[in-house]
T-cell receptor
Framework: GEDVEQSLFLSVREGDSSVINCTYT??????LYWYKQEPGAGLQLLTY?????DMKQDQRLTVLLNKKDKHLSLRIADTQTGDSAIYFC????????????FGSGTRLQVQP | ETGVTQTPRHLVMGMTNKKSLKCEQH?????MYWYKQSAKKPLELMFV???????ENNSVPSRFSPECPNSSHLFLHLHTLQPEDSALYLC????????????????FGPGTRLLVL
């Protein structure tokens, strides 16, 4: 079966870098996603990476993909208090159910 | 309006009530989804509609009844719910369903926070 795993909690100081990690199981995933959920809100697509890439940078966000280890990470540089949220890793579900499988989410707390 | 909207944002209902959740997308997408997010479980896919046809029912109890009259609107009709059905119900849409690649990128609404008493 498919499983996307994330650590549940991360606390950093404002201005530091945050690294949120995710492991996934489906090696045939074409895209992998990061979503952000702020308190009381729905999920916001943050960024994505195509499976033939190792790294993608988008302003303060850097996504690293290690296909061999099926490991995905999201690095947030110069973390701000507004980055406090839950971050979900997601991959397309396995064949037969073409939806997204989400991890349980990592709650990022940014200390001022 | 743009994006994916959901109404109501909050709903409190008794176990004998009947209510409906509404989702509307303004993105020109063809696939729409209902997800359940509860405190103790990861995001759970409930239903998928592609071009108004239901293509996925993830073993959801019959007290949840979806309806998709057109590609822009999705409803979730609720009746005789249980307290354990209290959760955040999220609607999402994507350009299409069943393909690989960016077609699957899903855009979410803000959710309806449901409390069943």
């Amino acid at each position: 079966g498919e499983d996307v795993e994330q650590s549940l909690f991360l606390s950093v100081r404002e201005g530091d870098s945050s690294v949120i990690n995710c492991t996934y199981t489906d090696s045939s995933s074409t895209y992998l996603y990061w979503y952000k959920q702020e308190p009381g809100a729905g999920l916001q697509l943050l960024t994505y990476i195509f499976s033939n890439m190792d790294m993608k940078q988008d302003q303060r966000l850097t996504v690293l993909l290690n296909k061999k280890d099926k490991h995905l990470s999201l690095r947030i540089a110069d973390t701000q208090t507004g980055d406090s949220a839950i971050y979900f890793c997601a991959e397309p579900s396995d064949t037969g159910r073409r939806a997204l499988t989400f991890g349980s989410g990592t709650r990022l707390q940014v200390q001022p | 309006e743009t994006g994916v909207t959901q109404t109501p944002r909050h709903l409190v209902m008794g176990m004998t009530n009947k209510k409906s959740l509404k989702c509307e997308q303004h993105l020109g997408h063809n696939a729409m989804y209902w997800y359940k997010q509860s405190a103790k479980k990861p995001l759970e896919l409930m239903f998928v509609y592609n071009f108004k046809e239901q293509t996925e029912n993830n073993s959801v109890p019959s007290r949840f009844s979806p309806e998709c009259p057109n590609s822009s609107h999705l409803f979730l009709h609720l009746h005789t719910l249980q307290p354990e059905d209290s959760a955040l119900y999220l609607c999402a849409s994507s350009q299409e369903w069943g393909t690989s690649g960016m077609m699957e990128t899903q855009y979410f609404g803000p959710g309806t926070r449901l409390l069943v008493l």
